[in-house]
């Protein structure tokens, strides 16, 4: 059976060739949007690393404020915390939960080699604030003002690049930002977290490293600060007013803007998910295109061939085993497209392409397998049909 209907494909091997070449396209356009669609359901079934629900961020400007700033951000700390409602506050810049700014830092433990990271300037709150899950050590507290060399805190990617055999707690490290690479500060790590994602549900996990950070005695002038306000669970507009207009009556001159991680959240995931959705348009109207050619051959290959099927009705075939002719038809050149498609796309697990693990392009050649042949089969169904009801005597009598 599958040799005869090699033979009446290769009969009409020009037109089928035509039919091949779109369909192995569409594979593996199929290939590449299932993978995405992989790596963005493995990201979002990632926890973030931190609890962003009933967290607001308050980002201050200090409108080039000339007048000591740290005086003033110590009485706001302090109005803010007694605000009925307000379970904690946490003062800290760069890196925030769904922030699209990172401040990058190149790590370095012993003489080992300089890992590429981001840092994060929090206070001794922020932490427990966003409820991160400790999986060494301890958060930041008022034990580390005596300390000699600063604290700090690495996050799981960081801990397994710089210390992958032996204990973190303890060790030196020295890091720099990228804006000075001269300069190393020192920090001893007094805690490990687990992950911890900023960027948001398709943020990748990346490595991390918390420095703490106090106000001092001596002002220094910054042209913003940002603040983590946690907020009882239901708390809604009326707590949201109360915290800009407590922050207006301590600053006087400084401009507010506040709004809940949750928002943010959904903002990012919104522009994140914007570009899978342009290729989803895409890829639904190269498939539209595809299946207007594939019906319209189909139907062509109909017509042309009413004199063959007129002659099998007329020896005994069967309506439906004429309709189950043209859908095996469709689904052996659908196989001579795909084949080659996943000898190709097996190529990218097998070279390491792009870094992403096995299972990912498991799912995309799994996905782009079955909704091309399932297309196919569709595509085929309506002709099928159509050549099952042709009767042998009108189909012999226009011969």
Request: hydrophobic share 45%; charged share 15%.
């Amino acid at each position: 059976m599958i040799q005869h209907l090699i033979t009446l494909i290769w009969n009409r091997k020009r037109a089928n060739g035509l039919l091949i070449t779109e369909l192995f396209l569409s594979f593996l356009v199929l290939f590449g949007l299932g993978t995405l669609v992989a790596v963005v359901g493995l990201a979002m079934r990632q926890p973030p690393g931190f609890a962003y629900e009933d967290v607001w961020e308050l980002r201050l400007t200090t409108n080039n404020d000339q007048l000591p700033q740290n005086p003033t951000l110590r009485r706001l700390l302090a109005q803010l915390r007694a605000v009925p409602g307000v379970e904690g506050v946490s003062r800290s810049s760069f890196s925030t939960p769904f922030t699209l700014y990172n401040m990058q830092s190149n790590v370095r433990a012993g003489n080992g080699p300089i890992l590429e990271g981001n840092e994060v300037q929090t206070d001794d709150h922020f932490g427990p604030l966003l409820r991160m899950e400790l999986l060494e050590g301890r958060w930041f507290d008022p034990r580390d003002d005596a300390s000699l060399v600063p604290p700090v805190i690495i996050n799981r990617e960081m801990r397994e690049a710089l210390f992958p055999n032996g204990p973190a707690l303890g060790q030196l490290v020295r890091a720099n930002h990228s804006s000075n690479p001269k300069e190393m500060n020192e920090g001893r790590v007094v805690g490990v977290t687990g992950s911890y994602r900023s960027g948001g549900d398709l943020g990748a996990p990346s490595p991390f490293i918390f420095v703490r950070t106090v106000l001092p005695d001596s002002n220094v002038t910054m042209f913003s600060h940002t603040l983590l306000v946690r907020v009882r669970p239901g708390s809604g507009a009326a707590l949201e007013e109360q915290l800009v207009k407590t922050v207006a009556a301590v600053t006087k001159t400084w401009s507010t803007s506040a709004i809940s991680l949750t928002d943010s959240r959904a903002a990012g995931l919104q522009t994140a998910l914007a570009p899978i959705l342009a290729v989803g348009l895409v890829c639904a109207f190269l498939f539209l295109n595809v299946a207007l050619g594939l019906f319209g051959a189909l139907w062509q290959a109909i017509s042309q061939r009413r004199a063959e099927i007129g002659l099998r009705r007329a020896v005994g075939a069967t309506g439906p085993g004429i309709s189950r002719q043209f859908v095996a038809e469709t689904l052996v050149i659908t196989t001579l497209a795909v084949g080659p498609g996943v000898l190709l796309a097996a190529q990218f697990p097998l070279l390491g392409a792009f870094g992403l693990p096995v299972s990912v392009y498991a799912v995309g050649i799994g996905l782009a397998v079955l909704l091309v042949y399932a297309f196919a089969t569709v595509c085929a169904m309506q002709p099928s049909w159509q050549a099952a009801g042709i009767r042998p005597a009108v189909a012999l009598r226009e011969e």
